[in-house]
């Protein structure tokens, strides 16, 4: 199988459910194609960029792409021959977001911990999404300068201080699928010096509380998070992440105040929900 290092969905084979009576590829390869859009993508993208994202045949991705369009999921630009997401693909997006009341609640830290931290600083609650971390919550500090991530944003799992976070705290099950993804998806090198950082996170975590990363996700990008696994049982896991340029985020700060701030924070949510 070719080594893939784009964040695409998984594919049947990946997961283990080619073989599965109950597993309903068609809906599958549906469901790969919007996961394919990017907030970025604003001209929309045609079927031979999707069909790259996703890594289906183009006359797949042609029949998938004419049906979402005439359920209303995507719509169709004649001028650019481009797709964009419709409006249905919205509603099913707020459907998800009301049912995760952990949001509300971690909304009102979030924010307060982002206005004590001054410019540039960007607070996310993300949650996973197949091999990326969607955000489903953020806070920005007062100033111009910040990361351009919003809710909806994806990152990577493997590689983003969020999601080793994430990956730190979840189940032993979910952790060793994770990893054999890891492996499946990149060249063997780029493979093991992602799971060195996976390891490194864990182990920040087990002895700090939270995990910095200093440029390991982007040269001039550093973030420091941490694991949240919600009390209440209908919610999944998440994790919370600050980061910001390096310039306001050394990692001497993150280290001394940011890392225990962010992980009272996250206590915080824990004792409110």
């Known amino acids: 199988m070719r080594k893939r290092v784009t964040e ?8 283990g459910y080619e073989n599965d009576r109950q597993f309903v590829t068609a809906l599958n390869r549906g469901l790969q194609i919007l996961r394919a859009f ?13 069909a790259d994202r996703t890594g289906l045949p183009n006359s797949t991705v042609s029949r998938l792409t004419f049906t979402l369009l005439k359920s209303g999921y995507l719509v169709y630009d004649e001028a650019t021959g481009r797709y964009r997401m419709g409006v249905p693909v919205l509603s099913l997006g707020y459907a998800c977001l009301a049912g995760l009341h952990v949001r509300e609640t971690a909304q009102v830290y979030m924010q307060q911990l982002a206005n004590e931290c001054g410019d540039g600083i960007l607070l996310a609650l993300g949650g996973r999404d197949d091999m990326t971390i969607t955000y489903i919550a953020c806070a920005r500090s007062t100033g111009v300068i910040s990361l351009q991530l919003s809710v909806g944003s994806r990152i990577s799992l493997a590689r983003s201080a969020m999601g080793r976070a994430y990956i730190a705290g979840t189940s032993e099950a979910e952790r060793a699928e994770i990893l054999a993804r890891v492996q499946d ?4 090198e780029q493979a093991q010096e992602i799971l060195d950082g996976i390891e490194d996170a864990a182990e920040q975590i087990r002895t700090k509380g939270f995990y910095t990363s200093v440029g390991a996700w982007q040269k001039d ?10 009390q209440q049982p209908d919610t999944p896991m998440l994790a919370f992440n600050l980061g910001g340029y390096a310039y306001s985020l050394p990692k001497e700060r993150l280290e ?17 929900e």
Not at 221 to 230: D, I
Not at 261 to 272: D, F, G, I, N, Y
């Open 221 to 230: 990008v550093n973030a420091v998070s941490v694991p949240f696994r919600s």
């Open 256 to 272: 001394n105040e940011l890392g225990p701030k962010l992980v009272e924070l996250a206590r915080k949510v824990s004792r409110a």
């Open 38 to 50: 990017r907030p970025t993508d604003k001209a929309g993208l045609g079927n031979s960029e999707l």
């Open 185 to 188: 998806r990149y060249p063997p």
């Open 8 to 15: 695409t969905a998984a594919t049947p084979e990946e997961t």
